[in-house]
């Protein structure tokens, strides 16, 4: 089993920034995909944006290209996504998941481990 904790959501304001971390626990030798996801009263969860295990490789979401950033650090089995230029529509509970895959997975039923999510409120 492989733990997630996200941290670093709260309330900003439009245009301000954020960095999200995610640290893993448990069995995480291996090499794990992570993605973060969001997830908006009435709406599905979606990703936003993944990284590969050795982060060469990363997916996002238009709605965040050129305003976030994923990024990995492996010895610390961590992960983590700057926000920049954040909106209000970016308004959303964040998730931290992973999957033991060589790929960049981006449909939240592939991923196996997920965190419990951060609420991350930007206004106008």
């Known amino acids: 089993q492989v733990q997630l904790v996200e941290s670093g959501g709260g309330l900003v304001q439009a245009g301000d920034s954020l960095r999200l971390s995610c640290a893993a626990s448990?069995?995480?030798?291996?090499?794990?995909?992570m993605g973060w996801f969001r997830q908006a009263p009435g709406q599905e969860r979606e990703c936003v944006a993944a990284i590969n295990y050795s982060g060469a490789r990363t997916f996002y979401a238009n709605s965040v290209k050129g305003r976030f950033t994923i990024s990995r650090d492996n010895a610390k089995n961590a992960v983590y996504l700057q926000m920049n230029s954040l909106k209000p529509e970016d308004t959303a509970v964040y998730y931290c998941a992973a999957d033991r895959s060589v790929a960049v997975p981006v449909s939240l039923y592939e991923y196996d481990y997920w965190g419990q999510g951060t609420q991350v409120t930007v206004s106008s």
């Open positions: 448990g069995r995480t030798s291996g090499n794990y995909a």
